[in-house]
């Protein structure tokens, strides 16, 4: 299904109101949403449309409001979050309009969630109160946590666990709402990741994000200790996982491992020769992406 704006304002809104939201905090908010919601296959009703068009405003200010406790900032870094909501089925009643919807929710970079068993209830006008259970903000609230956790792992080892404990309390929540369709599911995917048999991906993103950071620091000696570490990890991951990092990162890890050799001086080709070895032989079919990286011999000397 093609992205639709129903207003076509509302995207020039929403990056103004990220833009408020930094110009007003005084640093850094750790989470910018940028929030997109397709109406199309709603009624005709113009007054249903504008209704729920209009919750994307509703939606920033609620998850970019900096007294939210997930927005905290201790690191002082931004996260871009993408929350894109189609709205698929509507069903009136006189209480409480229902909705279905399905929620694609990403960090614009390697992490994106896919919820299509959402539904929710609403009635304008909207309000949504921190810390209550609310069957559309509260499953939002639960992939920005799985996110920001995601996000923590890579500045300090399993640094996401508070925030994935957090998103562990919204799955006690929903049992007492009318709206329990799809947390079955949210469920499985936080124990999942925060399984003991996922430690060594955690791991991986700690060491190789880390040695990123060194990277761009141009502190070549921590750099090359944290992505032989990180290259540890690679190779005790199962197949799938290594694919889909290796799918996003390859260029990255290939420089940042190139840059380490040159930077140390001595031996340069042959340090970047065994460096980047270790993530072709488990990526063989893009050997010429990694063979560009490595440095010529003229850098050597």
């Known amino acids: 299904m093609s992205m639709k704006t129903i207003q076509p304002i509302q995207p020039l809104l929403t990056a103004l109101l990220a833009l408020f939201f930094l110009a007003s905090s005084g640093e850094a908010q750790l989470i910018i949403p940028e929030i997109e919601i ?18 994307d405003t ?18 002082k870094y931004d996260l871009p979050i993408q929350i894109n909501i189609y709205v698929t089925d509507y069903f009136p009643n006189p209480n409480e309009d229902r909705y279905k919807a399905q929620l694609i929710i990403t960090n614009k970079r ?11 209830g609403l009635n304008p006008p909207f309000s949504f109160r921190s810390g209550q259970f609310h069957p559309l903000t509260s499953v939002i609230e639960f992939y920005v946590r799985m996110l920001i956790g995601i996000e923590e792992d890579k500045f300090e080892k399993f640094g996401g666990d508070r925030f994935f404990d957090s998103a562990s309390q919204l799955t006690l929540t929903y049992s007492q709402s009318n ?35 060194y990277d761009e620091e141009q502190d070549f000696e921590n750099s090359e200790i944290y992505l032989r570490y990180a290259l540890i990890k690679l190779e005790r991951i199962d197949a799938e996982k290594r694919r889909q990092f290796l799918e996003s990162n390859h260029q990255e890890f290939a420089a940042a491992i190139a840059n380490a050799a040159v930077g140390r001086g001595e031996t340069a080709l042959i340090r970047a020769e065994e460096g980047i070895q270790s993530p072709m032989s488990l990526d063989p079919a893009r050997r010429e992406i990694y063979e560009s990286y490595l440095p010529t011999q003229e850098e050597d000397e």
């Not at 509703?58 to 690191?75: A, S």
Request: proline share 1%; glycine share 4%; aromatic share 18%.
């Open 38 to 55: 397709d109406v199309q296959r709603l009624p005709q009703e113009s007054q249903v449309r504008e209704n729920v068009a209009e919750l």
């Open 58 to 75: 509703t939606l920033v200010l609620y998850f970019g409001d900096r007294q939210q406790d997930w927005n905290r900032d201790l690191e």
């Open 110 to 120: 390697e992490t994106r969630f896919d919820d299509k068993r959402w539904e929710f």
């Open 179 to 213: 709206y329990i369709e799809g947390w079955d599911k949210r469920t499985e995917l936080l124990r999942d990741y925060t399984s003991e048999s996922n430690e060594t991906f955690r791991e991986l993103n700690f060491y190789y994000y880390t040695g990123i950071f």
